[in-house]
């Protein structure tokens, strides 16, 4: 059975007395037209749907780009040194370079691809959210 | 041995986890603070603590150990541990986060709302949480034996009582805030000794760690046999040498060759694919592939991300663990590679797990620096056996509440917390003879070739089906399974046959994806029918929930 747990988003209590906001009808109409396409996202009409499959296909592009990124980066190691074996002998201060490549430089590397992926991500999430509350003209 | 600085310390580091245990008991005071500390953890407590969590017996002595005994070769796993983490950031950490499973058999109902599915990924979390808990406690009763000369079963016990009875009085709550510190105590253990190491070999005249004519001792030596070996000596003379077997070396005998070690220096220093061998390259990519799909399916890891407030903060927390964990990394290979020229007996004696809390003392003496240093190392890797038992029993005793005693209650959590913390107490005593970094590694393999394909295609397609989803998970975790079964307890094999099942996972995890989408792909039709709201909830970010 699936839980139900409190939405984190929503905390807080309703204050008793709410107060009422005089705002200029342009804008109010600005809010009645994001509020529709949100509707259309949590009904599931074509529009929503449409939407979030760019969202999830656009996601998934980045994180499959990101791991090729890894997979040529790292992953060719252990091949580039089958075929070339001088290169496993040659040393940067002393230290044959499979050491350092693998010791050290992978792990920045690893972090690097991961600080890039969190940016372009919440861009991406930041281009749906402006796509999906932006009035529509 | 001897140090009369290590069992003060691991007795301190003990005391400190248990105490801090008792102040995040004081702090829990609903349910919710209980199970998922409520959500209110910053991401960099919350990233420390899953790193803490993270840094096993296998990181701390392991990685060292098979340094000092393979070289270049098996660099590989620091880097694919630290890589897993890239992996999970990539496919699974915000979705994870967003779709509100607190654990895989939830993701499984939310996802695929299959009941008997989630009853099978009880069975592999069970599973998997136990055969990462028994290396654990043995590493913890290897050590005391070693440091201390205390009885095998005395170390695992108390790591196997202390855990289960924080898991139980304090919950998750606590268990954040001592793997927080235990993350930065285990940094800490190897970062500053590793500076006096360094300082001392400079000291000796930095002596190679390669020298042409092979490794040999620096003092005279007497090692006692620990694990049955072939040697070959200087003078051509072939030894076979059984456990408790003593042999003596003068300063400057060249250390002999053992079976099964890279002693030559060109077959350490240098990658072994140098040449034709495929199956060697085989194993590397394998190697790859389970560690780097493998952290995404160990049970402890994903428990974790619910205490994150929302997908980008998982995300965020993601990151700071990769950089945590990579910083930590660079640390045991320098063990590794001093232990050639600081520690050779232990090639000899096949105990090379040891290197790390053996090298303080073998490099600077038995001065009151060595000790103090070596009583350091102690009290690091016993914060290691600590701190993943409690990750690992936190999410087995959580599953066992849940799914198996069928009750979300604070009593229902402590009593799975003792069947969780009892099973593998009692297969940790019978089994001492297992091989710590094996089995770790049938986890990653058995995770890799199960969980990995479940979450990733649950995340991103909307193919999956829960036949599709329970055969791939039967499949492939049943052959990674079988592979390293036949491995631990078969007959010794030699060739392509003994590369398949030590390394199983570049087969068994493309064969996982193949069924999964093979069998959902016939099954279409069983594809569940909110699977539209789903995919809304797994990737919108929380800002347009409403």
Partial sequence: MAKQLPDVGSGGTVPPARRSRIVLAEITRQDTRAERTRAELAQQTQVGEALVRGLVRAQLALALRLSLVVAIGLGGLPWLFAIAPSLGRTTIAGVNLPWLLLGVASFPFLIGVGWAYVRLAERNEQDFIDLVQRPEH | MGNDFVVPAIVAVTLVTVGIGFYGLRLARTTSDFLVASRAISPTWNAAAIGGEYLSAA?????????????VDVLWYPVGFAAGYLALLLFVAAPLR????????????????????????????????????????????????????????????????????NVALGGMRAITFVQAFQYWLKLTALAVPVIFLALQWQADGRPAVTPPDGPTFRAATTVVVEHRATLTLPDGEIREVRPGDELTFAAGDPVPDVSGVATEAGDWLLPSAAGNDDRGLFATYSL????????????????????????????????????????????????????????????????????????????????????????????????????????????????????????GSVRGFRLATVIAGAVPAVLALHVSGLDVSQVVGLAFAVAASSFCPLLVLGIWWRGLTDLGAAAGVLVGGGAAIGAVLVTVLGPPLTGWPATLTTQPAAWTVPLAFTVMVAVSIATRRRAPADVAATMLRLHTPETLRM
Wanted: hydrophobic share 55%; net charge positive.
């Fill in chain 2, 98 to 165: 967003r779709s509100g499973a607190f654990t895989l058999p939830d993701f499984c109902e939310l996802r695929l709302g299959s009941r008997r599915l989630r009853i099978l990924a009880t069975a592999f979390v069970i599973f998997i949480g136990w055969l990462y808990l028994v290396p654990q406690l043995q590493g913890a009763g290897l050590t005391l034996a070693t440091v201390a000369g205390s009885p095998y079963p005395l170390g695992a016990l108390l790591v196997a009582t202390v855990v289960t009875a």
């Fill in chain 2, 288 to 407: 790859i592939l389970a560690t780097f799909l493998g952290t995404m399916g160990l049970p402890h890891v994903l428990v974790r991300f619910y205490t994150n407030p929302d997908g980008a903060a998982a995300r965020r927390t993601t990151l700071v663990v990769l950089a945590l964990v990579g910083a930590f990394y660079l640390l045991p290979t320098l063990y590794g590679v001093l232990g050639r020229i600081y520690t050779p007996q232990l090639l000899v004696s096949g105990q090379t797990d040891a290197v790390v809390v053996l090298l303080p003392g073998a490099v600077l003496g038995d001065g009151t620096v060595g000790r103090l240093l070596a009583a350091l190392v102690s009290a690091g890797a016993f914060a290691a056996f600590l701190s993943t038992s409690s990750g690992l029993l936190t999410s087995v005793a959580g599953v066992i509440s849940t799914d198996v005693l069928g009750r």
């Fill in chain 2, 59 to 71: 990181s701390f002595l392991g990685i060292a150990g098979l340094v000092l005994k393979y070289g």
